[in-house]
């Protein structure tokens, strides 16, 4: 699985927003991520928001949207690693995260180290035609506190919308397993 990050947290870039007045909170009951829209269209996203939010997750989500169709200009061949004719249709979801602690990342390097570490485990994914990327932004925690949050975006392709959309679902159970619950010969992803 292809898998990067960035920064993107300057003042006029997009902000996470866990006070936001939909907001589901789903820390003490994941199961309720199969109530939400974008779940009912696509369950392997509800799948992955129950298993982010879980008692033993690291994270806890804010946000989550679900794109049925992407353009095949919304995403490029080269960086989901796929092969010629399989990329005709192509679809993406994204999730905001947001640590579970009580303190969020003491600094960027800390969500920089976070994110490199992410990647590192999902490029070990043997998995073609989809990708990760990771943002890092500033996030409003409450509403007195700015903090950093990491937004995922996940995009995939395939042949068919059908090929596209199974994809993206093995590439958000293996995104949601290496978050929360990583292989037991893969060390626990530190959000610290």
């Given at each position: ?9 300057d ?30 269209e ?45 990329a ?11 640590q ?9 390097n ?49 042949a ?32 610290q």
């Amino acid at each position: 699985m292809q898998a990067d990050w960035e920064f993107e947290a300057d003042s006029d870039a997009p902000v996470i927003d866990a006070c936001w007045a939909a907001l589901v909170d789903l820390r003490g009951a994941p199961d309720r991520a199969m109530d939400l829209k974008e779940a009912r269209e696509f369950p392997a996203l509800g799948a992955a928001l129950a298993q982010l939010n879980a008692p033993a997750s690291p994270v806890w989500t804010s946000k989550c949207d679900y794109f049925t169709k992407l353009e095949p200009s919304e995403f490029d061949l080269d960086e989901l690693d796929a092969v010629d004719g399989n990329a005709a249709h192509g679809a993406g979801c994204y999730i905001d995260l947001l640590q579970r602690a009580a303190t969020q990342w003491p600094e960027p390097n800390a969500a920089a180290e976070t994110c490199r570490g992410l990647c590192g485990l999902l490029r070990e994914v043997p998995l073609r035609s989809c990708r990760v990327d990771l943002v890092i932004r500033s996030a409003v925690i409450a509403p007195d506190r700015m903090d950093l949050g990491i937004t995922a975006y996940l995009s995939a392709c395939g042949a068919t919308p059908a090929a596209a959309t199974a994809t993206l679902a093995e590439a958000l159970t293996a995104f949601a397993g290496a978050v929360s619950s990583p292989a037991p010969d893969q060390p626990a992803l530190k959000l610290q």
